[in-house]
């Protein structure tokens, strides 16, 4: 709760500094994400490296689907559970941190999309779970910067922060559902 609250907070704050233009600075722009200073020779790049990691991580899906089983019985069935672990935590991170490098911190899309994916589609193969993944978020990225660019004109809302406004009441219903308060 921590989290929602101090997210909501935050894009509240950056709406404000958004009102009056002269305040802001590139700093509060980087930390709430946004697309509107990106160029085709960035989304070139950041299309480059998330697709060779998009096919790793396809190509590691038996291994990962196996990882969902639990620890032993993956050791069990050859798998070996280390080295998995390692080569999705690198793919991972170097795909994360080359898209914050160029766009900012969004919040909460890697959070929402692959609980809701998870809640609807859980019988489903970790295959299509992860192309469900890749391809909600983008829409959801792509209705999110539309809503930005348009809901307080001539005004350009980063994306981070219209995910945060979003998405903390979607992220809070989900909580309350696995906990069942």
Do not use: C, H
């Amino acid at each position: 709760t921590g989290l929602l609250f101090g997210a909501l907070l935050n894009a509240l704050l950056y709406l404000l500094v958004l009102i009056n233009p002269k305040k802001m600075n590139p700093i509060a722009s980087y930390l709430f994400g946004g697309f509107a200073s990106a160029e085709y020779q960035d989304v070139m790049i950041i299309s480059l490296i998330a697709s060779v990691a998009i096919i790793v991580l396809f190509l590691m899906q038996k291994g990962i689907k196996l990882l969902q089983v639990g620890e032993l019985k993956s050791q069990s069935l050859g798998l070996n559970v280390q080295q998995v672990t390692y080569i999705v935590l690198i793919v991972a991170s170097i795909m994360t941190a080359v898209v914050v490098a160029y766009v900012g911190v969004i919040g909460f899309i890697g959070m929402i999309i692959p609980q809701l994916i998870r809640k609807f589609y859980w019988r489903y193969q970790i295959g299509l779970q992860m192309l469900l993944n890749i391809i909600i978020g983008a829409v959801v990225m792509i209705i999110a910067d539309f809503i930005g660019s348009t809901m307080i004109q001539p005004i350009q809302i980063p994306v981070g922060i219209v995910m945060a406004l979003l998405g903390v009441p979607v992220l809070f219903y989900i909580l309350i559902k696995q906990t069942n308060i």
